[in-house]
């Protein structure tokens, strides 16, 4: 069985348009390099109910959930409490956590006060995602991991957690480019697709200059297979011309 | 009430990381500029049930849905047939669609085959949605807005499709930058978000050279209470000499 994931993006910053999500693509890039199958990304607002029937939602229909975004010390960061309810266990201040921020505010000559300490906030049996950046750890809840939106930190926590997932065999990829558009080609890649049931192959046009021109992607998990289905489709494009 | 919307992405490339996502943003800034609130978005793969699924949970929750891919010739596209299945209509080639089409590829010296055809496919009782880019229709079908993938043919789909939605009071918006991080102002922000329930205070954290600041955004359609909370939170900002 391959690993399964789905990432839950929590803020209404990305929603309003104010932020332009970067994490999405980081989360799904670092995935297909360790063979895990990112099948679905939802993106919800700061609200408890819409946090937590999401999270249901996900951790029960994939193998690991990600979530990005609601972990810092203002009263609108509601994940980590949220991720509590979801799961019915209990939240609070994490001695682990506290010692890690209080020893870092010490050190930097800041207090620790009460916005701070709302970032020990840790659900009952969490394990610490570690935070090189600023800290502040994200945590591990059953399938479950919860870390920064800033998208500096959210790099540096999944650097943190990728050691620790189960990958598959990691899916080839081979990109090939048409010099036509997805209409020349339509016909002729339907018939190689139904060929090889192991080999995913997309067509996505790309409009440069008001022309279409088409890149090819065969992903498989069976190399000989993507050889083979390759091979196929650069004959294809030698026959139209389309090199 | 106000209008919301959700937005269902429709790709193996963006969840593969091959490619990254640019249509969130542009919708969730149009809506919010006419009064539409957009609540949640899902990204799923280019798989008949996860579509399904995601499209008859979100046309019950919201005003609008707009998806976004697989609306091509080629046999992963497969958003037209799906959306059809949701609600229980037929599909077949368009005449309108069709005229269109078989009308720009001969004036463009290029034939209507079977893929060019299989973008002629429109559920049945469907608006047609303009598309001054490539010609290829999106479709309106009861409050589901059906567009291309291709940035260029989503934003000029939208275009097409903006005029026609009821719109609420537009959300104001202000933004102000404190130049410390969130947890020396945490505390008094909470304050002022309790003074003023019909306002919406964000708290923004930015990482530039290993320093954070903090941007507060606040939104609200009452804009006397919006100006009243800003006033609250410039005085703390000058309090704080985090001008």
């Known amino acids: 069985m391959t690993a399964t994931a ?4 929590i803020g209404d ?3 309003s348009g ?3 999500d970067k ?3 980081v989360l799904a890039d670092a995935l ?3 063979g895990i199958d990112l099948i679905e990304v939802r993106i919800v607002s700061d609200e408890e109910g819409a946090i937590i029937s999401a999270l249901n939602a996900m951790r029960t229909s994939t193998t690991y959930v990600f979530t990005s975004g609601g972990i810092g010390p203002t009263h609108d960061d509601i994940t980590a409490d949220s991720v509590a309810k979801a799961f019915g266990v209990g939240i609070g201040v994490d001695p682990r956590a506290y010692a890690l921020l209080s020893d870092f505010y010490d050190r930097t000559g800041r207090e620790m006060n009460a916005g701070r300490e709302r970032m020990t906030r840790i659900p009952d049996g969490a394990d610490l995602i570690d935070n090189p950046v600023s800290i502040a750890p994200g945590f591990r809840l059953g399938n479950v991991h919860v870390m920064a939106g800033v998208p500096s930190v959210f790099a540096a926590m999944l650097e943190s957690v990728l050691p620790s997932l189960n990958g598959g065999v990691p899916i080839s990829v081979q990109t ?3 010099n036509c558009g997805e209409g020349d080609l ?3 890649l339907a018939s190689i697709d139904s060929h090889f049931p192991t080999v995913a192959i997309g067509s996505y046009p790309k409009l440069t200059n008001g022309r279409f021109t088409t890149e090819i992607v065969l992903r498989s998990r069976d190399k000989a297979a993507l050889d083979a289905a390759t091979q196929a489709a650069q004959k294809l494009r030698t026959q139209m011309n389309a090199d």
Chains 1, 2 share one sequence.
């Open 23 to 25: 994490n999405i693509g």
């Open 176 to 178: 090939l480019p048409f």
């Open 18 to 20: 104010k932020t332009k």
């Open 32 to 34: 297909t390099m360790v």
């Open 186 to 188: 339509a016909e002729s």
């Open 13 to 15: 910053e990305i929603l």
């Open 6 to 9: 789905s990432m839950l993006v």
